[in-house]
């Protein structure tokens, strides 16, 4: 044998070594790829994770491609899903009410929403506190975050629910007639406080969901067709490792995470107000959620909001929280 075929052999042996090295550490860009509908809201407790995700590359080096779509209202974009027009879901407190009636499998919490909802009212209409709200009419999105809030705010403040009338809008609208003078008070999400704060200068904000945490903490999160949900665990694994890389970064660098968010997703808001809508809403790292996973307390903080959508709709027979959120794939997926 010639020293020509010896060397000729071990540079053989050294590219297959190298090969399969490679293919080892490969990440999963490298590896086939998953295109997936996804449903979300432009409010930053839902798809900040989401933006954060993509811009840091999480989601690409898990191989998952999103077609996006993007909704006023989390109704909505389970109606979408319920049309088979989605596949995933991200959204806000709503996703306790519509898991609830079989619409949907949860698997993933984005955070927990302490202050997103607030309630604004018109002086110059006649209201100036929860007082003045008795017999006044009240706009905001039914089954929504805001909902809750704003049923909670009430009974907190001695008032009945039934003592106003809740004139019921998809959030766009809702703030619209608000500034419109149409109603004089309005229960919203951020970061529609922003159009409000700037239409009516005079409009005072009675109270935000900050006041009821964490009593009646409401968690938002992602959700899957059930029969996708069925079909694509392992998908779905992977859409939490991308999403664990975002939500750590967002949790260590909070204020770099805020300002990267204004810059390249939330153009038309003010660095502060994004400052402020991460301030409104509780992340913990992957770690944390791993706890709150295992002990049961995400399980509990969707059952007390299901149980106010249920009352509220006079739904008996729902399904439990324990049923229709999948704590044990995060458990599986985060170490």
Do not use: C
Request: avoid cysteine; proline fraction near 3%; charged fraction near 25%.
């Amino acid at each position: 044998m010639s020293a020509r075929d010896v060397s000729r052999r071990r540079l053989l042996r050294l590219g297959a070594v190298l090969a399969a090295a490679s293919a080892f550490d490969a990440p999963a860009i490298a590896q086939a790829r998953t295109r997936m509908r996804l449903g979300y809201l432009h409010v930053v407790a839902v798809d900040g994770h989401l933006w954060t995700g993509l811009d840091r590359g999480s989601f690409d080096r898990e191989g998952i491609d999103f077609d996006l779509q993007e909704f006023n209202t989390g109704p909505e974009v389970f109606e979408a899903m319920g049309k088979r027009q989605l596949d995933v879901v991200s959204a806000g407190g709503v996703i306790s009410n519509y898991l609830a009636v079989g619409q949907g499998r949860g698997f993933l919490i984005n955070d927990i929403e302490i202050a997103t909802a607030q309630l604004w009212v018109r002086p110059t209409l006649g209201v100036k506190t929860f007082a003045d709200l008795r017999g006044r009419r009240i706009a905001t999105t039914a089954k929504t975050t805001a909902h809750i809030f704003l049923d909670r705010a009430l009974r907190a403040n001695n008032i009945n629910p039934s003592e106003i009338e809740i004139v019921n809008h998809s959030m766009p609208a809702a703030v619209q007639a608000f500034i419109a003078g149409e109603v004089p008070a309005v229960a919203l999400w951020v970061p529609f406080n922003i159009a409000v704060r700037q239409a009516v200068p005079d409009a005072i904000k009675l109270v935000d969901a900050s006041a009821f945490y964490p009593q009646s903490a409401v968690l938002g999160g992602w959700a899957a067709r059930r029969d996708y949900y069925a079909e694509n665990r392992e998908v779905l694994s992977r859409i939490i490792r991308a999403w664990t890389d975002a939500n750590d970064h967002m949790v260590r660098n909070p204020a770099v995470a805020a300002e990267a968010l204004q810059r390249s997703r939330y153009r038309q808001s003010r660095p502060d107000d994004i400052a402020k809508a991460f301030k409104a809403q509780k992340l913990y790292s992957s770690r944390e959620w791993r706890r709150l996973y295992s002990d049961g307390t995400v399980v509990k903080w969707l059952q007390q909001a299901s149980d106010f959508f249920m009352t509220e709709a006079g739904v008996t027979g729902s399904v439990r929280a324990s049923d229709y959120f999948d704590t044990q794939l995060y458990l599986s997926t985060v170490a």
